[in-house]
């Protein structure tokens, strides 16, 4: 069982940045392939940006595309979303996502306020 646990979130005013970070257990990390994605109030959930296992690869939604950035570090079994120029609609919980060899593994979600 892989446990995902997301940190870094709060509140931040407009044109601010936060960097979101997520912690995985489990040995198979580094063969996994990482996503962020968000959810606000009333909205479904939607996808933010995603990570190959190695890191060479990326790939975001066009709303955020230039102002975040995700990474990650397989040594510390952890992938990061380094969010700036954040606007009030970027409010949402954000959540940490594993494909882990056909098994989709979640986390409990990060709150991210922004205030205009």
């Known amino acids: 069982q892989v446990q995902l646990v997301e940190s870094g979130g709060g509140l931040v005013q407009a044109g601010g940045s936060l960097r979101l970070s997520c912690a995985a257990s489990g040995r198979t990390f580094s063969s996994c392939a990482m996503g962020w994605f968000r959810q606000a109030p009333g909205k479904e959930r939607e996808f933010v940006a995603g990570i190959s296992r190695s890191g060479g690869s990326t790939n975001y939604a066009d709303s955020m595309k230039g102002r975040f950035t995700i990474s990650r570090d397989n040594a510390k079994n952890t992938v990061y979303l380094q969010m700036n120029s954040l606007k009030p609609e970027d409010t949402a919980v954000y959540y940490c996502?594993?494909?882990?060899?056909?098994?989709?593994?979640w986390g409990q979600g990060t709150q991210v306020t922004v205030s205009s």
């Open positions: 996502q594993q494909q882990n060899y056909g098994v989709t593994y």
